[in-house]
């Protein structure tokens, strides 16, 4: 390439994003590698209490039923937010004043009763003049004028990018969801998403990269290989044909400098039997890494060999410069469901701390045929509790225990990854967690990470199927255990904040996070409570959370776990927050829309600054 060539395909990939300013948040995970941290201090230990409500946006299109939710966290890019509402509209926002600048409905005002499907956010990609929002609402992905909010008709289909399409699988039946905002890289837009657990057909989750300006495909990577492919030897006979799931639900993350996306895989449908596909299952389960430009991958590291449990990976890797024994070290960090951190060498995957290989219990399901080894990471210790055994039954009355140790007792119980049985078996931690979707947050001043967990259990009863139906097994149930009243199965507490130092791998505070009011009054000490949604840090020092169902918004001091500020809101923070500086201010903006486990919903994002 001649030397003036060379500059100008430089120039035009540097003008592909907006020129990065680390005080705004311009990307879902407040950055490329999903750190979620704010390098602003305006908001800090000393003057935290101060917070004080700035703003509400209302979408105005919640509803009860089907009850809406909203998961988004909003980007704010070149002083414009750009966010989802709870029917998965996308919407550019003064951030300042919370006043709306332009609306795109992907139904264009089309009227539906059907449940409108999770967006947990958007994507912003520039090249020149172009300015793009990239929002996925169910099965497609549509290419937004980020100025205003029309359409670019250039773009795949007018405007519309098809998932079910070009994905090298027969899609007829099939669905196909991605809940997750895309990612960018150069000139690329990269997918995600897939089917559901089973244990009827679903579609896989291939990863697709599509070109930015026309949509068109420009290369896929099969997470379950095909004949010829790397993997594809851990799949007995023709199960890679009908195999689904496999995708990537919680989102990726990319590492410009070196050109590498990074996905964590989920499971292989149906979830819950595996008879049918003998082997490990790569690429279920795994911390993916892949070169963006052409799909090949670079390495890839498996958290669950085979997986019956609905391990996925729940969240995005977190690509962070930790600091170890003095010196820096490019990581990935991986949360899963099972309570487990996975520190992995970013440019091998190989573990920052030591990960054995223990051995489980063998399946007594006919067919089935586990792995006979998970690995378990040494360090960190778990961040939540695993196993459920008979002293870890709730305690909080003795109706509770009662309703409890007789779902116990009448189910096969053990230490993580007991194998599934048709009795039915309690799976600790549960389908949500341990952590989830939140992922983590990192404050590289401290260099620690934040995570949020979860002490949720769930029980599978598996049932024989029918010949009509077309599967061995399926379900009997798959629903959370809980007391006579709803409240988690074990013991208090039932929900934590925990941070963990990343040089030596050790907890350095853990701390319960969030209480019932109607616990409090009957005597009972402050349980914690699940949440949805994750932390934030800021380089003030503070870690911002809400999720809880006590529906507070909290700050954490990040040097002690102490709570400086809390703030009651309306509905449940079911969400990760964002926080950036705008007009001369840092705000912290979280949607508050409840419309989870029964709770009200609403059409809330509320946006707090210092009075």
Same mark, same amino acid.
């Given at each position: 390439?001649?030397?003036?060539?060379?500059?100008?395909?430089?120039?035009?990939?540097?003008?592909?994003?907006?020129?990065?300013?680390?005080?705004?948040?311009?990307?879902?995970?407040?950055?490329?590698?999903?750190?979620?941290?704010?390098?602003?201090?305006?908001?800090?230990?000393?003057?935290?209490?101060?917070?004080?409500?700035?703003?509400?946006?209302?979408?105005?299109?919640?509803?009860?039923?089907?009850?809406?939710?909203?998961?988004?966290?909003?980007?704010?890019?070149?002083?414009?937010?750009?966010?989802?509402?709870?029917?998965?509209?996308?919407?550019?926002?003064?951030?300042?004043?919370?006043?709306?600048?332009?609306?795109?409905?992907?139904?264009?005002?089309?009227?539906?009763?059907?449940?409108?499907?999770?967006?947990?956010?958007?994507?912003?990609?520039?090249?020149?003049?172009?300015?793009?929002?990239?929002?996925?609402?169910?099965?497609?992905?549509?290419?937004?004028?980020?100025?205003?909010?029309?359409?670019?008709?250039?773009?795949?289909?007018?405007?519309?990018?098809?998932?079910?399409?070009?994905?090298?699988?027969?899609?007829?039946?099939?669905?196909?969801?991605?809940?997750?905002?895309?990612?960018?890289?150069?000139?690329?837009?990269?997918?995600?998403?897939?089917?559901?657990?089973?244990?009827?057909?679903?579609?896989? *989750?291939?990863?697709?990269?599509? #070109?930015?300006? +026309? @949509? &068109?495909?420009?290369?896929?990577?099969?997470?379950? =290989?095909? /004949?010829?492919?790397?993997?594809?030897?851990?799949?007995?006979?023709?199960?890679?044909?009908?195999?689904?799931?496999?995708?990537?639900?919680?989102?990726?993350?990319?590492?410009?400098?070196?050109?590498?996306?990074?996905?964590?895989?989920?499971?292989?449908?149906?979830?819950?039997?595996?008879?049918?596909?003998?082997?490990?299952?790569?690429?279920?389960?795994?911390?993916?890494?892949?070169?963006?430009?052409?799909?090949?991958?670079?390495?890839?590291?498996?958290?669950?060999?085979?997986?019956?449990?609905?391990?996925?990976?729940?969240?995005?890797?977190?690509?962070?410069?930790?600091?170890?024994?003095?010196?820096?070290?490019?990581?990935?960090?991986?949360?899963?469901?099972? *309570?487990?951190?996975?520190?992995? #060498?970013?440019? +091998? @995957? &190989?573990?920052?701390?030591?990960?054995?290989?223990? =051995?489980? /219990?063998?399946?007594?399901?006919?067919?089935?045929?586990?792995?006979?080894?998970?690995?378990?990471?040494?360090?960190?210790?778990?961040?939540?509790?695993?196993?459920?055994?008979?002293?870890?039954?709730?305690?909080?009355?003795?109706?509770?225990?009662?309703?409890?140790?007789?779902?116990?007792?009448?189910?096969?119980?053990?230490?993580?990854?007991?194998?599934?049985?048709?009795?039915?078996?309690?799976?600790?931690?549960?389908?949500?967690?341990?952590?989830?979707?939140?992922?983590?947050?990192?404050?590289?001043?401290?260099?620690?990470?934040?995570?949020?967990?979860?002490?949720?259990?769930?029980?599978?009863?598996?049932?024989?199927?029918?010949?009509?139906?077309?599967?061995?097994?399926?379900?009997?149930?798959?629903?959370?255990? +809980?007391?006579?009243?709803?409240?988690?199965?074990?013991?208090? =507490?039932?929900?934590?904040?925990?941070?963990?130092?990343?040089?030596?791998?050790?907890?350095?505070?853990?701390?319960?996070?969030?209480?019932?009011?109607?616990?409090?009054?009957?005597?009972?000490?402050?349980?914690?409570?699940?949440?949805?949604?994750?932390?934030?840090?800021?380089?003030?020092?503070?870690?911002?959370?809400?999720?809880?169902?006590?529906?507070?918004?909290?700050?954490?001091?990040?040097?002690?776990?102490?709570?400086?500020?809390?703030?009651?809101?309306?509905?449940?923070?079911?969400?990760?927050?964002?926080?950036?500086?705008?007009?001369?201010?840092?705000?912290?903006?979280?949607?508050?829309?409840?419309?989870?486990?029964?709770?009200?919903?609403?059409?809330?994002?509320?946006?707090?600054?210092?009075?």
């Amino acid at each position: 390439m001649l030397r003036r060539d060379f500059l100008a395909a430089s120039a035009a990939a540097a003008s592909i994003h907006a020129a990065p300013n680390p005080k705004e948040w311009q990307v879902y995970g407040g950055d490329a590698g999903a750190a979620r941290y704010s390098a602003s201090s305006l908001i800090n230990k000393k003057n935290v209490s101060r917070l004080k409500q700035a703003w509400i946006h209302h979408t105005e299109d919640a509803s009860e039923r089907p009850a809406t939710v909203i998961e988004c966290t909003p980007i704010v890019v070149d002083g414009t937010m750009y966010l989802t509402t709870a029917k998965v509209k996308t919407r550019a926002v003064d951030p300042v004043t919370g006043r709306t600048k332009w609306t795109f409905d992907p139904l264009r005002g089309q009227q539906s009763r059907s449940a409108p499907g999770i967006s947990r956010g958007v994507t912003y990609w520039q090249q020149g003049r172009d300015k793009r929002i990239f929002s996925v609402f169910r099965d497609q992905v549509y290419s937004i004028d980020a100025v205003t909010g029309e359409l670019d008709e250039k773009f795949a289909d007018k405007g519309v990018l098809d998932l079910k399409l070009e994905l090298d699988h027969d899609m007829t039946g099939l669905s196909f969801r991605h809940t997750t905002p895309v990612v960018v890289f150069e000139d690329l837009v990269i997918t995600g998403g897939g089917g559901g657990e089973g244990p009827y057909p679903e579609a896989p *989750g291939h990863i697709r990269a599509w #070109d930015a300006r +026309t @949509g &068109k495909r420009r290369w896929i990577f099969h997470t379950v =290989p095909k /004949p010829g492919e790397f993997g594809h030897d851990s799949w007995s006979g023709d199960s890679w044909k009908s195999t689904g799931g496999t995708n990537c639900w919680a989102g990726m993350s990319v590492d410009a400098k070196r050109g590498i996306v990074f996905a964590g895989i989920g499971s292989p449908s149906f979830d819950f039997y595996g008879g049918n596909r003998k082997g490990a299952n790569l690429f279920g389960n795994c911390v993916l890494a892949l070169e963006c430009r052409t799909g090949k991958r670079v390495w890839h590291f498996q958290t669950v060999h085979h997986d019956v449990w609905d391990y996925d990976l729940p969240a995005q890797p977190a690509l962070l410069t930790i600091r170890q024994k003095g010196k820096a070290v490019d990581a990935v960090v991986q949360v899963t469901k099972q *309570g487990f951190v996975f520190f992995l #060498d970013r440019a +091998t @995957g &190989k573990p920052l701390f030591p990960v054995e290989e223990r =051995p489980i /219990p063998k399946s007594d399901v006919e067919g089935e045929e586990l792995w006979p080894t998970q690995p378990v990471p040494l360090k960190p210790p778990p961040v939540s509790r695993q196993g459920f055994r008979e002293d870890e039954i709730t305690n909080i009355s003795p109706e509770a225990h009662a309703h409890v140790r007789k779902i116990w007792e009448a189910a096969r119980t053990g230490d993580l990854f007991t194998p599934v049985a048709k009795r039915g078996v309690l799976i600790r931690p549960g389908f949500r967690g341990g952590p989830l979707w939140g992922g983590l947050a990192y404050d590289p001043e401290r260099n620690r990470i934040f995570v949020g967990s979860d002490e949720w259990t769930n029980r599978i009863i598996l049932r024989d199927g029918t010949p009509e139906e077309g599967f061995r097994y399926g379900l009997v149930d798959r629903a959370p255990v +809980t007391d006579h009243e709803g409240y988690p199965a074990v013991k208090p =507490p039932w929900g934590y904040m925990t941070a963990i130092d990343c040089d030596s791998g050790d907890f350095k505070w853990r701390v319960v996070n969030g209480e019932f009011e109607e616990l409090k009054k009957r005597g009972i000490p402050k349980t914690g409570t699940p949440s949805h949604g994750g932390a934030i840090c800021t380089a003030g020092g503070l870690v911002f959370k809400a999720g809880t169902f006590d529906r507070k918004f909290r700050a954490f001091d990040s040097d002690t776990g102490d709570v400086l500020w809390e703030h009651q809101l309306d509905s449940g923070g079911f969400a990760t927050p964002c926080s950036f500086e705008a007009g001369g201010k840092q705000y912290v903006v979280v949607a508050a829309a409840g419309g989870k486990d029964g709770s009200k919903a609403t059409d809330e994002f509320v946006a707090f600054s210092l009075a």
